[in-house]
């Protein structure tokens, strides 16, 4: 299917990255299925896409108009039956092979044999995401960067058996979204997390073995390296769970010794110190004292 056929996207997961998805999709004047089993999850999302179109109207950046055009776009739906009538999809659900797995095998007998189903992972291997279908040609990474709403760059990953017409239909989509779409292959961690998660790890080793404090490192790199955020306030942005995952993934991929995981990193997963999202990381969220 060609993305200039393209009417209705369908979103699966409303998380933080299915909600920005099915905003930029809705701004982007498509009509857009968004799925999540768990009904509050979908009440939550549909009023944070809701207060982020808002913030843009208050600072100027969007008519009014366009607005509430964007939301009536979007359609929350429990069940899995109305994807049928989307004309692509894109997966956002936990970053987890088994439930991506599992997902994508219902997806291929819910939707249309024409549809291409894209997966919004980070790391994971397309090509077996994709080995849970029937439609192997048709499937293919289409890895969206937080926050979906303002970050320009999609990573688009060719699966071992991805077609040059899912490639192209998908960059034209992401184009049409307002989105810079990149080509990586399917090897552990794209390009983006190849090249982004040793950084973070050597940054973590460079706190774990006295190297410097913690602001340091961080100041190093904003100013020196002119990077917006420091490395170990990155990690925590992305959060530590997330980081350790993707770095066991290219570990195990590559057998390399070079993307071994911090000591320190595991530790604060252990921990239960992932970052912003449960209060504490690197940095402290709550009385942000913290001073490592």
């Given at each position: 299917m060609e993305q200039s056929s393209l009417k209705t996207i369908g979103v699966v997961g409303s998380g933080q990255m299915g909600r920005g998805i099915a905003q930029v999709a809705a701004q982007g004047g498509l009509s857009v299925l968004l799925h999540d089993q768990d009904a509050a999850a979908l009440q939550a999302a549909a009023a944070f896409i809701e207060s982020s179109l808002k913030r843009q109207v208050e600072k100027g950046a969007l008519p009014e108009a366009?607005?509430?055009a964007a939301i009536a776009r979007i359609r929350p739906i429990a069940e899995s039956g109305p994807l049928a009538d989307a004309d692509f999809v894109i997966e956002a659900v936990s970053e987890s092979l088994a439930v991506k797995a599992r997902v994508f095998a219902?997806?291929?007998?819910?939707?249309r044999p024409e549809v291409i189903l894209a997966s919004n992972t980070s790391s994971l291997p397309i090509t077996k995401i994709a080995s849970a279908t029937r439609r192997p040609d048709r499937v293919v990474g289409m890895h969206f960067m937080n926050p979906v709403?303002?970050?320009e760059l999609v990573e688009i990953v060719a699966g071992q058996a991805t077609s040059a017409a899912t490639l192209e239909t998908t960059r034209g989509l992401a184009k049409s979204l307002g989105k810079t779409p990149v080509v990586a292959q399917d090897y552990p961690g794209f390009i983006s997390n190849r090249i982004l998660?040793?950084?973070?790890n050597e940054a973590i080793y460079a706190l774990y073995e006295g190297a410097g404090r913690r602001d340091d490192i961080d100041t190093v790199m904003r100013l020196g390296m002119r990077h917006p955020m420091g490395p170990l306030a990155l990690a925590d942005f992305i959060g530590l769970d997330t980081c350790l995952a993707i770095l066991e993934i290219l570990h195990d991929g590559f057998g390399d010794p070079k993307y071994?995981?911090?000591?320190l990193l595991r530790r604060m997963v252990d921990a239960g110190h992932l970052g912003k999202k449960s209060g504490r990381g690197f940095y402290d969220y709550g009385s942000r004292d913290s001073s490592r």
């Open positions: 366009a607005r509430a219902a997806l291929d007998g819910a939707c709403p303002v970050m998660m040793p950084m973070i071994r995981p911090c000591p």
